[in-house]
């Protein structure tokens, strides 16, 4: 039986929940995952310091992957220290129509949002000019933009995309015009692949109109993080969605993914048992992608949302059933699907190589 190796941070709220549900979901799949747990919760921080943060980031480092889950902000927020010391550079974010979660949009939404995670002026926190006026800086350089438009154009030929850059590139002629030309040069080697560029305020326009015009879509830091909320926002929800966070070597390969859910720790419900594990399952989906098993990622990004659709759930969306209960539920979906010799040759011809972007509720 294979062995994967992952390193699970643990968080806090119902962070101990959520790892209680992925352990039970990959204890019935088809080869083992050796979890190597970091506690990195607020107590675990207080105690810690610098010192874990090293421990994790030497931990991420040797393994290449790992599962995040949600960390109260106290003094610093977690994801930020780690995207910084683990040099992440491009964030991956499926946002797709969710079936049974009630939306204000009706089209369906079917967008990967590949942003540049450094720069822009989130690096600086600017600084006031007398007590008048205050000034910052963005910062734009071409290597994470290079990075940020290989993974899009990787992403696009593999799952036969489009992908459209997006920037306000008429204005910020220096900054943005320098992105652009770089995402230009990178299209180049992908002539397969239709690369449309888009002004930001436009783009956000006409994704509200007509969404599936859309497809992979590669921004810069302050857009992508714009662009995603607003995603979210038209397929009814924040926190059902899970994010890959690449960092690269110098032969432009990954070196190290993170994945994460996007809701927080939800305090409000912590040790309840009634948590909603469909984040986590999701980013736990992309993790097994990038480490080659499509067919079970496949498997449990499919089963999961198939549950939704179906109003078999957790109270949060509706449902019934507890966090543990809805996991069994998907356990037993994906493994039905997993020796399910139909589905394999339907399905995965459909999402194998496009778990970022599959279409819902067609599976
Ligand atoms: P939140 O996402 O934790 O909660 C918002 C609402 O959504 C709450 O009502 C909560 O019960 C519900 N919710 C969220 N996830 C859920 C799930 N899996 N199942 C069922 N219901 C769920 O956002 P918040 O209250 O603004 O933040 C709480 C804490 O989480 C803060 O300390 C914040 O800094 C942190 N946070 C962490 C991350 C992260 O680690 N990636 C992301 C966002 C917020």
Known sequence: MKHYPVVELQGDGIGPELSAAVHRLAERLPFRIDWQSIDISVEAREKGGKELYDRAVKAIEDVGVALKHPTATVK?????????????????????????????????????????????????????????????????EKEPCRQAALFAFELAR??????????????????????????????????????????????????????????????LNEYGDFLSDMACGLIGSLGIGASGNYGFDKN????????????????????QGKANPTAIFLAFALLLYHRGEVRTASAIKNSTLELLREGISTPDVGGKLGTVEFTDEVAKRVEKKLIDPSWTSKTIRLHADKLGADKLGKA
Not at 252 to 271: C, E, L, N, Q, Y
Request: hydrophobic residues 40%; positive net charge.
């Open 76 to 140: 610093e927020s977690p994801n930020q220290v780690l995207r910084k010391r683990l040099n992440l550079q491009v964030i991956h974010r499926p946002v797709q129509t969710i079936p049974g979660i009630p939306t204000n949009f009706k089209a369906d939404v079917d967008l990967d949002v590949v942003r540049i995670a450094t720069g822009g002026t989130y690096d600086d926190p600017g600084q006031l000019i007398g007590t008048e006026a205050a000034v910052s800086l963005r910062i734009i």
């Open 158 to 219: 593999k799952t036969k995309r489009s992908v459209t850059s997006s920037s306000k590139h008429t204005i910020q002629k220096v900054t943005d015009g320098l992105f652009e030309s770089v995402v230009k040069e990178v299209a180049k080697d992908y002539p397969e692949v239709t690369h449309r560029v888009e002004l930001f305020d436009a783009l956000l326009a006409k994704l509200v109109l007509k969404p599936q015009s859309f497809q992979i879509v590669l921004v």
């Open 252 to 271: 432009k390969g990954i070196r190290v993914g993170m994945f994460d859910a996007s809701h927080g720790t939800a305090p409000d419900i912590a040790g």
